[in-house]
């Protein structure tokens, strides 16, 4: 299925101009409420083949500011502003109010793929940071499939949970939410050797089931001065479940790493399910945290320890 996938976004960015109604169709960005793609649907590759504001990023206008966007000096969203582009997008699904929920691919689309799961409580902003480090310096070892954000809706509204007041990190066996399949769909199609799972506010990394999710999630950590990682552990309540403990029904052996970082304000993520973990930081410090870390996923997934 990943060579499918790599397949139809080299032909999209070979196709340059073209009008057809294929995958390699450039559309401009709809209005959120317009979109009609299901989590279920093989959807069409947009690549970046033309400069034109409107035309380069067909994800920007689907992701909302929020407060995520204000909540502090120096605050950023989940849109792309640094200014460089992606070299593809692909819709994977669409929120319960109607938001196309986006990837961006990043890196080399041939080889090893990352999925980066960049917000997936609608309150919690600092992982915003990880993402625009991302999108500011690409792997060049390996692809990253890049999903800013998840619950579009829940950024919209600064909610932890989705439209439908079901908390989307819970639904991995479920499935109940459009959100939580576009994950699944996401990791069908791309098959990752790997998934980076972003949240806040409890300031530490944790390992999921592998040798490379335990040394990516040292590696982190350790550059972040966090210590060393943590289990990032299974929910083991009814049928709930984690969207890495999901991945593994979709992707059999499927790894992942969770990072949590700090909140950046009294208002990110003020009711966590455990309030005696949570953690304040300054901006600068998750900035500082989240560039040292996405250097220390690139070169551990590009050269692991022996």
């Known amino acids: 299925?990943?060579?499918?996938?790599?397949?139809?976004?080299?032909?999209?960015?070979?196709?340059?101009?073209?009008?057809?109604?294929?995958?390699?169709?450039?559309?401009?960005?709809?209005?959120?409420?317009?979109?009609?793609?299901?989590?279920?649907?093989?959807?069409?590759?947009?690549?970046?083949?033309?400069?034109?504001?409107?035309?380069?990023?067909?994800?920007?206008?689907?992701?909302?500011?929020?407060?995520?966007?204000?909540?502090?000096?120096?605050?950023?969203?989940?849109?792309?502003?640094?200014?460089?582009?992606?070299?593809?997008?692909?819709?994977?699904?669409?929120s319960t109010e109607g938001r196309t929920i986006w990837s961006e691919h990043w890196g080399p689309l041939a080889g090893p793929q990352v999925l980066v799961f960049g917000q997936v409580h609608g309150d919690e902003c600092a992982p915003a940071f990880m993402v625009r480090a991302i999108r500011e310096r690409?792997?060049?070892?390996?692809?990253?499939?890049?999903?800013p954000t998840l619950n579009p809706d829940g950024l919209a509204d600064h909610h932890r949970r989705t439209a439908l007041d079901v908390d989307p990190n819970r639904d991995g066996y479920d499935l109940v939410t459009p959100e939580?399949?576009?994950?699944?769909?996401?990791?069908?199609?791309?098959?990752?050797?790997?998934?980076?799972?972003?949240?806040?506010?409890?300031?530490?990394?944790?390992?999921?089931?592998?040798?490379?999710?335990?040394?990516?999630?040292?590696?982190m950590s350790y550059a972040a001065g966090w210590g060393y990682p943590k289990n990032a552990g299974r929910v083991r309540n009814g049928t709930q479940a984690f969207l890495w403990e999901g991945q593994e029904l979709v992707v059999p052996g499927s790894q992942s790493v969770l990072v949590e970082f700090p909140a950046t304000s009294p208002l990110e993520s003020p009711a966590p399910p455990d309030l005696t973990q949570r953690q304040e930081g300054t901006v600068a410090e998750v900035i500082v945290a989240a560039e040292a870390m996405r250097d220390a996923l690139y070169a551990t997934v590009a050269e692991p320890p022996a």
């Open 1 to 94: 299925m990943a060579a499918a996938f790599a397949a139809v976004m080299v032909a999209a960015c070979s196709a340059e101009g073209s009008t057809a109604t294929t995958d390699a169709t450039i559309a401009p960005t709809a209005p959120a409420s317009s979109s009609t793609t299901s989590s279920t649907t093989t959807a069409p590759v947009v690549s970046n083949t033309t400069t034109e504001p409107a035309r380069v990023d067909p994800s920007y206008d689907d992701i909302p500011e929020g407060q995520c966007s204000h909540l502090t000096v120096r605050s950023i969203g989940f849109r792309n502003d640094t200014g460089e582009v992606a070299n593809g997008y692909r819709e994977i699904g669409t």
């Open 138 to 147: 690409p792997p060049t070892e390996f692809g990253i499939w890049l999903v």
């Open 180 to 219: 939580a399949r576009a994950a699944m769909h996401a990791t069908e199609l791309v098959e990752p050797i790997l998934t980076v799972h972003l949240h806040s506010p409890y300031k530490w990394v944790g390992a999921h089931n592998g040798v490379l999710a335990t040394q990516v999630a040292t590696a």
